[in-house]
């Protein structure tokens, strides 16, 4: 079974910049569908970036413009780049994997999950 791992979380100001990594045990991030979400405490995880097997990219209308996702195939690694940073993109952050070539918006249709990183964006 595939195992993801998170990093590169932290504390930045408003308008600041991170880029987290996901990490995959197994070479599945050429062949499945990833995505990146991520949850406030008493809210529900929402969908934040994803890509299909094939690269197409697709985001949330709040991140759209701001964030980026990639993937390196030959590091098994998957990223998010996030620009513009607002107090409001404070949250853990997850990626997760389908398992499939298809993505979702929808956390119901990823089996894989990480652990998470935690981003803090002070105003």
């Known amino acids: 079974q595939v195992h993801l791992v998170e990093s590169g979380g932290g504390l930045v100001q408003a308008g600041g910049s991170l880029r987290l990594s996901c990490a995959a045990s197994t070479p599945t991030i050429s062949s499945y569908a990833m995505g990146w979400f991520r949850q406030t405490v008493g809210r529900e995880r929402e969908f934040v970036a994803g890509f299909v097997w094939n690269g197409a990219e697709y985001y949330a209308d709040s991140v759209k413009g701001r964030f980026t996702i990639s993937r390196d195939n030959a590091k098994n690694t998957v990223y998010l780049q996030l620009n513009s940073l607002k107090p409001e993109d404070t949250a853990v952050y997850y990626c997760?994997?389908?398992?499939?070539?298809?993505?979702?918006?929808?956390?119901?249709?990823?089996?894989?999950w990480g652990q998470g990183t935690q981003v803090t964006v002070s105003s």
């Open positions: 997760a994997s389908t398992g499939t070539p298809y993505g979702s918006r929808l956390e119901s249709q990823y089996r894989t």
